[in-house]
């Protein structure tokens, strides 16, 4: 029943240490938890067997936990659990090729100061400078900056 309880211990700790590498990251509960864990597991064994065997049993803990960390590092099993790509794009991402300034266009919706403006067949979202403009009025570009086609 002892070793039952030791191999539990030693165990648990063992895998909460893993848990801390893999799942939490510097968070640093999980692997003090599994520290406090295993630690106890080694004075279980000082309690329960003989002062030579206890040795031979943190021994061994303390090898079979290293060579877990360090096995997992060399053979790639982390890789698995990491982000290969990243996400390309930006604020401006070409949305607004083809409109300049000075271009004539219709608004396709009242454009409170946000609204939808027709450009070339091409529906844009626009911004009015001067307030409310109704649908079906005649617009001009006056600025295009950062995504934002300022009309009046």
């Known amino acids: 029943m002892s070793i039952l309880i030791l191999g539990s211990l030693l165990g648990i700790g ?4 893993m848990a801390e590498i893999l799942f939490v990251p510097g968070t640093t509960v999980v692997g003090i938890f599994g520290l406090v864990i295993s630690l106890s597991g080694i004075a279980y064994a000082f309690l329960t067997f003989s002062p030579e065997t206890a040795w031979w049993i943190t021994t061994g803990a303390v090898i079979i936990n290293l060579a877990a960390v360090v096995y997992g590092f060399r ?29 004539m266009g219709k608004a396709a919706s009242d454009i409170k100061p946000y609204g939808k403006a027709d450009f070339q067949d091409q529906i844009y979202e626009v911004k009015s400078e001067s307030g409310f403009i109704p649908v079906g009025t005649e617009i001009t570009v006056i600025r295009v900056e ?5 009309v009046k």
């Open 14 to 17: 063992l895998i909460l240490l």
């Open 75 to 103: 053979s790639g099993v982390w890789d698995k659990f990491s982000l290969k790509s990243s996400m390309q794009g930006g604020a401006f991402d070409d949305r607004l090729v083809g409109v300049q300034v000075g271009m």
């Open 146 to 150: 950062n995504n934002l086609i300022l």
